[in-house]
């Protein structure tokens, strides 16, 4: 978004700097800027083969091999995908991302995601995120805050509202920070 604010404001200045100079028009002749809209897939499928940083998906997103938007409201398939809002499922062989907010279910193996406050679901060999309301289920899991559970391998949290369970387990805000097995936080 800042990136096209940006090209809005060079191109601006561009072509103005090229105009002759006139008078400026009174305060009531002057319009309001229009505000910059996002771009909404135009079908409900959609095959991304590059990035478009501004787009918008509702409904089903290929990725092949990379593909990287603002938002997806649906299914998200593919290799290797970055949202920034990610509201349903994104099922991706190498990676699934969503930078900002994860409300449904991410799998693939890698997953992160910055906050998934919303009830969510990330299944995969690496899984991440900021903060977490739901589970996390995998090789090794991290995450800043958990409500919920991790079941892995390994699985860290700076604090926990519930239950961890594999071989190594840390819930680095709690009076015992390292249980085998089973962890539990409050």
């Not at 970055?82 to 499922?89: A, E, K, P």
């Not at 739901?134 to 805050?145: E, K, L, P, S």
Request: aromatic share 8%; glycine share 12%.
């Amino acid at each position: 978004m800042r990136k096209t604010l940006f090209a809005i404001a060079v191109a601006t200045a561009a072509f103005c700097h090229g105009q002759e100079t006139a008078a400026p028009a009174p305060p009531a002749q002057q319009q309001p800027a229009a505000p910059v809209r996002e771009v909404k897939a135009p079908w409900p499928v959609w095959v991304q083969l590059n990035s478009t940083d501004n787009m918008d998906v509702v409904g089903l997103r290929f990725t092949i091999p990379y593909g990287k938007c603002d938002e997806v409201t649906g299914l998200d398939l593919g290799f290797f995908s970055h949202t920034r809002n990610m509201y349903g499922v994104q099922v991706n062989i190498l990676r699934s991302d969503a930078s900002d907010t994860l409300a449904g279910v991410q799998a693939g193996i890698w997953n992160s995601a910055g906050r998934a406050d919303m009830v969510s679901v990330q299944a995969g060999l690496w899984n991440e995120a900021g903060n977490i309301t739901g589970a996390q289920i995998g090789g090794i899991n991290v995450a800043g805050g958990v409500e919920g559970f991790q079941v892995g391998l390994i699985n860290r949290a700076e604090t926990l509202h519930g239950y961890q369970i594999g071989a190594i387990n840390i819930i680095r805000s709690a009076a015992v920070q390292f249980m085998p097995i089973v962890n539990v936080g409050f």
